[in-house]
């Protein structure tokens, strides 16, 4: 009897990053290769055009991020922002922004934060939409990738993976149509937080 | 080896542990359920970054806070739910190497945590062992909460309450002094002065060590045992619909580990752009009822379409199990996998599932040497395994 499959590793994504830091940071060597798979092209000419040096809280310079795809502190995250912004997007399935819990507000049952204030109610109330309105916009990015990957898909006869990009799809306008009837609906932020058990 | 200066003593190394517990729901399939939260502190590098000093540093900071809820805990179900006994502080560095590999094999710390001797600490929920916070890991906190079967609402839930606590919110309803269940409401700020600041950021959320934790901090994970599956060749199917839902799936010992004996961990890749609520939803709502279904009915397949063979499988596991005296780990996985399916096809019914699950955790290496009291080299831990399971395997006479 065989022990079972090899798996994959959780580091892949990491990989990934240290993969296009290196093609970012890196200096152009000799002649540049004809064909990129998938060329960072915006990301490198940000970086050429924009050199970034050490991280001023902790020294952290890029190529140590390079060699271990971990940052030195959270410092790091503002002084490499425009390097960090497109490799983390692609990270995350083309999300760029947070739209979960805050340390001082909680989470809340569709995740809004801001609703879980009960002493707050009234001033909270601007940062939900706020938060409804960023995380809208994250998935109508998220569905116009999809759309074309279906395109894609559909043109290349592959129909297993356009089936399976179509439920996606599906999923994520059900899911944004969810959103938007929970917050149209929502009795207030007090009631709103229990209900999730 | 005894339990002197231990972290551990033999009776709660005897009895397992909770989160193998058969009795919870869906855990034919589902062993159990995992989930954790990356967090760092504003001003601290991270740890890979930090010296010795800002480590020690870091940890003080963490250690106050932990400790001023472990003093309001026992008893309080609003700041501990679910969680009846208080946390408890374990320096790592200072601990044995014994103790170490426990706590690894018991999901308590991680591999890498357990290694080198720079300042890192966890606090575990004693006698659950249902939360562990680990501090100086590549986080300076990785909290977690494990429990047995499918209850990733319920580890969320634990989760995100002791995360606002320590990060300076705390139970609506509950004043100082006040017993109130956390249920009544959500968090509000706290009064206290001394709660955690973490390092958040409105764009990327917690910041953390490595981008791929970033948003969130949120990283969901089910242990699944899908034998079927694999005999019927189609777990090659649930690894790729898995994949291409950015999906990880690994081996029962996390990280880089072989997916031995059909124990296979399944966890988001994703951390940011979801709320944790949504992130939560899609993974037990959309995605796992899925495998857990598939799994099902290959086992139904197996018993109506191919009794014989598999019959033959798990009797002959069940008997290698009974019958030999020496028994290597990468043997023993894969033959406790054939017995738990026998018992929960319903064709082994003199052995019970939560037997399997405990013997998987009892038949590793440090535990072993700690029910024996002793230390063994490999062919003494062999015939130990083999013993240890002959005995709890016995058939009734």
């Known amino acids: 009897m065989k022990a079972g499959l090899p798996v994959q590793s959780q580091t892949q994504i990491s990989q990934i990053i240290a993969q296009s830091i290196a093609s970012i940071v890196k200096p152009p060597e000799g002649p540049k290769e004809a064909v990129e798979p998938e060329p960072p092209a915006a990301d490198v000419a940000e970086a050429e055009s924009k050199p970034l040096g050490a991280c001023p809280s902790c020294g952290m310079e890029l190529a140590q991020f390079r060699n271990t795809g971990l940052l030195g502190c959270p410092e790091c995250y503002r002084a490499f922002e425009s390097v960090l912004a497109p490799l983390i997007e692609r990270a995350h399935e083309g999300s760029t922004h947070h739209t979960g819990k805050s340390p001082r507000m909680g989470t809340t049952v569709c995740g809004v934060a801001g609703a879980s204030v009960a002493s707050g109610g009234a001033g909270a109330s601007g940062g939900n939409e706020k938060m409804l309105k960023a995380f809208r916009a994250e998935r109508g990015k998220r569905l116009e990738v999809l759309k074309r990957q279906l395109a894609e898909s559909v043109s290349g006869e592959q129909y297993e993976k356009a089936a399976r990009l179509r439920d996606e799809i599906t999923r994520i306008e059900r899911e944004v149509q969810a959103m938007d009837t929970t917050a149209l609906s929502s009795p207030g932020p007090a009631e709103n937080a229990g209900e999730q058990a | ?397």
């Not at chain 2, 010795?52 to 003093?71: F, S």
């Not at chain 2, 946390?87 to 790592?92: G, Q």
């Not at chain 2, 060590?209 to 990283?219: E, I, K, Q």
């Not at chain 2, 994949?243 to 997916?259: H, I, P, T």
Request: with cysteine; net charge positive.
């Open chain 2, 1 to 397: 080896m005894s339990d002197v200066g231990s972290v551990f003593t033999s009776r709660q190394v005897a009895n397992g542990a909770s989160w193998l517990s058969a009795a919870a729901g869906d855990s034919d399939v589902v062993v159990s359920s995992r989930v954790r939260l990356a967090r760092n502190l504003v001003g601290h590098p991270f740890p890979k970054k930090a010296s010795r000093a800002q480590k020690q540093q870091v940890m003080e900071l963490i250690r106050a806070r932990v400790q001023r809820l472990a003093r309001v805990a026992p008893g309080d179900e609003a700041a501990a739910p679910a969680s009846k006994g208080a946390l408890a502080w374990i320096d790592v560095h200072e601990t044995t190497q014994a103790d170490r590999m426990l706590m690894v094999e018991r999901h308590v710390i991680s591999k890498e945590h357990a290694q080198g001797d720079s300042p890192r600490a966890v606090a575990i929920s004693f006698p659950d062992e249902r939360v562990s916070i680990m501090v100086n890991e590549e986080d300076q906190i990785r909290l977690q909460v494990m429990c047995a079967g499918l209850q990733l609402g319920a580890a969320f839930e634990q989760a995100d309450l002791l995360d606002s606590l320590l990060g300076g919110l705390r139970p609506a309803g509950h004043a100082a002094g006040s017993t109130g269940g956390a249920g009544g409401g959500a968090p509000v700020p706290d009064d206290t002065d001394d709660y955690l600041r973490y390092a958040f950021s409105p764009r990327f959320g917690y910041l953390t060590a490595c981008p791929t934790n970033v948003g969130t901090g949120m990283r969901v994970s089910v242990m699944l045992h899908l034998p079927a599956l694999r005999l019927t060749g189609e777990i090659e199917k649930v690894r790729r619909a898995t994949k291409d839902m950015n999906m990880a799936v690994r081996g029962y010992y996390g990280e880089g580990s072989e997916a031995a004996g059909d124990f296979f961990q399944i966890s988001n890749q994703t951390t940011l752009g979801k709320p944790e609520r949504i992130l939560l939803h899609e993974f037990e709502s959309e995605i796992l009822p899925h495998v857990v279904e598939y799994e099902r009915k290959a086992r139904a397949f197996m018993v109506t379409k191919r009794r014989k063979q598999t019959e033959d499988a798990v009797f002959r596991a069940l008997g290698t199990l009974r019958y030999a005296r020496r028994l290597t780990p990468e043997e023993a996985l894969p033959l406790f996998s054939q017995v738990r399916l026998g018992i929960l096809a319903g064709l082994i019914d003199d052995v019970q599932v939560n037997t399997v699950n405990q013997l998987v955790l009892l038949t590793q290496p440090q535990h072993l040497q700690r029910l024996l009291g002793k230390e063994l080299d490999q062919d003494k831990r062999r015939e130990a395994r083999a013993d240890l399971v002959r005995e709890w395997l016995k058939p009734k006479a």
